[in-house]
């Protein structure tokens, strides 16, 4: 029986991808002008933490990078940030069923706050469990243990809803049930290679989903 439901926040309920591609882009022309990223290399970026990218790109100065990111996210943030078709419907059937919500994103808390009020669904959720809650973040299963102990919850009655490798791999590695959105910027077939439980097309498909497992 399920009573809560685990979300990441980017890519899966808010359409992020653009602002996020363009910080990327604008960050690295900073530290690279000279070097042309490709499209790959930034998706690549999105589902790590900005210190793992920031490690993998800029070491000598990681904190460095990730305020710069933070500054043209800041920036772009309010006109470029959207939520995805149908998600305040399938929050509100899920609130309706009694379900717990909670988020477990690999962003910070300030940023994550900004984009949920800005997009008017922070009030849906019950808890959220950021990347400066977590010793290690997704795709290390600590996120998920840390809502478990919050919600005082055992692992079948809970699952995780992602679109990133990351959120499928964490929900994995935690033993929890897992459903992929096939609206994820790297596509479904990508996703179904990390092991789904579930994989889904639309918002509503998962609040059938929800039923099917059996709420509590």
């Known amino acids: 029986m399920i009573k809560a439901v685990l979300f990441d926040l980017d890519g899966t309920l808010l359409n992020t991808n653009d602002l996020i591609i363009k910080s990327f882009t604008d960050t690295f022309k900073h530290y690279y002008p000279n070097r042309e990223f490709t499209y790959e290399e930034i998706i690549d970026c999105i589902g790590p ?3 793992q990218t920031a490690m993998k790109y800029y070491p000598q100065n990681i904190s460095e990078m990730v305020e710069m990111y933070r500054h043209h996210y800041v920036l772009n943030h309010d006109g470029l940030i959207k939520i995805y078709p149908g ?5 509100k059937a899920l609130k309706a069923l009694g379900l717990r919500l909670v988020i477990v994103t690999s962003k910070k808390r300030d940023m994550t706050l900004k984009a949920m009020k800005h997009t ?3 009030d849906y959720f019950d ?3 950021s990347s400066d809650e977590v010793t ?3 795709p290390h299963q600590e996120p998920i243990e840390l809502a478990l102990k919050k919600l005082n919850l055992l692992k079948d009655e809970v699952i995780m809803v992602g679109d990133n490798s990351h959120d499928i791999e964490c929900a994995n590695h935690a033993s929890v049930k897992s459903i992929a959105v096939g609206w994820a910027l790297k596509g479904a077939d990508y ?3 990390f092991n789904p439980t579930y994989i889904i097309n639309t918002a509503d498909e998962l609040v059938e989903i929800i039923k099917k497992e059996g709420v509590q």
């Open 49 to 51: 933490t900005l210190e």
């Open 87 to 91: 998600i305040e419907e399938m929050l």
């Open 120 to 122: 008017n669904i922070l």
């Open 127 to 129: 808890y959220i469990i």
């Open 136 to 138: 290690q973040p997704k």
């Open 191 to 193: 996703l179904r290679g």
